[in-house]
């Protein structure tokens, strides 16, 4: 797929989330889509976003298979840092399932 198709698909997806699960989710993919893999608070900073709508709206998204969740845990155990979840949106998946 072409940069120019994945940007239209990723338009399409916001436009279909935006139209049946409301404007915070369409915002949240957009900022998922154009950045990739990020944490919850990356994604509060990127979209305004309290952190609670941002929750909200992350479930809905992995009920419906819009978006996986993936835990980091450190490996190396002397300079362990608290494992973190990170999310990563499935465009394919919004557009295949929403047309």
Excluded at 34 to 56: D, Y
Excluded at 76 to 94: F, I, M, T, W
Aim: proline share 5%; glycine share 6%.
């Amino acid at each position: 797929m072409s940069h120019q198709q994945q940007q239209f698909a990723i338009e399409l997806a916001c436009k279909l989330i935006d139209d049946t699960h409301g404007k915070p989710c369409g915002l949240v993919l957009r900022w998922m889509a154009s950045k990739g893999l990020q944490t919850l608070t990356e994604i509060v900073r990127g979209t305004g976003l309290p952190e609670s709508k941002i929750k909200a709206v992350l479930l809905v998204m992995m009920q419906h298979n819009f978006a996986s969740a993936y835990l980091l845990q450190s490996q190396d155990e002397k300079n362990a840092r608290p494992p973190c979840s990170l999310y990563q949106p499935h465009v394919g998946r919004v557009v295949q399932i929403m047309r």
